[in-house]
């Protein structure tokens, strides 16, 4: 079992930074990859990036990519997602997510099994 809890978002200009953290509860956590996913409103959630559990394989949105950098401290149980150049597009309520398959890095929903609140992230113009 994996409990997660995001942390780290807010109000923020475009054009500017946001680091999110995703602590993980549970011993297994550094045997995972970890998925960030996002919601806006009236919008299905959305894929946004992955990073398997040693650090070395990350995959990115097309729309986040160049902008957003994941990484993770399995020492701490903790996975960041740095989020600069910041659009108003981005204004959505961030998950992080871990997959049924611990080593599954691919985007689809399904296959995340255990997920965060979320944290509200706002960009405005």
């Known amino acids: 079992q994996v409990q997660l809890v995001e942390s780290g978002g807010g109000l923020v200009q475009a054009g500017g930074s946001l680091r999110l953290s995703c602590a993980a509860s549970?011993?297994?956590?550094?045997?995972?990859?970890m998925g960030w996913f996002r919601q806006a409103p009236g919008k299905e959630r959305e894929f946004v990036g992955v990073?398997?559990?040693?650090?070395?394989?990350?995959n990115y949105a097309d729309s986040v990519k160049g902008r957003f950098t994941i990484s993770r401290d399995n020492a701490k149980n903790t996975v960041y997602l740095q989020m600069n150049s910041l659009k108003p597009e981005d204004t959505a309520v961030y998950y992080c997510?871990?997959?049924?398959?611990?080593?599954?890095?691919?985007?689809?929903?399904?296959?995340?099994?255990?997920w965060g609140q979320g944290t509200q992230v706002t960009v405005s113009s």
């Open positions: 997510a871990a997959p049924k398959n611990k080593y599954y890095t691919g985007s689809y929903y399904d296959a995340y099994d255990y």
């Open positions: 549970g011993r297994t956590f550094s045997m995972y990859t």
């Open positions: 990073i398997n559990w040693s650090g070395t394989i990350t």
